[in-house]
């Protein structure tokens, strides 16, 4: 059974910085793409990056490009969002995935950030 465990998220205020990490438990995350995706208040859930297995590329959304970074530490197994100049916009529940776009099919249960002004 995949379980995705993210942490790291916290209050920041604008312009700070927090990093977040993926773990898990039931599969190596070495090997699969893994999503970064996050869910603001009254808001539908949207990707915001994305690392393709065998680190063959990565992906961000217009909104957070340039500004976050996402990488994988393979000894550690760990994926991480490494989140720099945060907007209070960029306030939301943070989700990391099995999979990107229509192919994410696990999540964890998300970690909180909260940028304020």
């Known amino acids: 059974q995949v379980q995705l465990v993210e942490s790291g998220g916290g209050l920041v205020q604008a312009g700070g910085s927090l990093r977040l990490s993926c773990t898990s438990s039931g599969i190596s995350l070495d090997y699969w793409t893994i999503g970064w995706f996050r869910q603001g208040p009254g808001k539908e859930r949207e990707q915001v990056s994305c690392?393709?297995?065998?680190?063959?590329?990565?992906y961000y959304s217009d909104a957070v490009k340039g500004r976050f970074t996402t990488s994988r530490d393979a000894n550690k197994h760990i994926v991480y969002l490494q989140m720099n100049n945060l907007k209070p916009e960029d306030t939301a529940i943070y989700y990391c995935?099995?999979?990107?776009?229509?192919?994410?099919?696990?999540w964890g249960q998300g970690t909180q950030v909260t940028v304020s002004s």
């Open positions: 690392i393709m297995s065998s680190d063959a590329g990565t």
């Open positions: 995935s099995k999979g990107c776009g229509l192919h994410a099919n696990y």
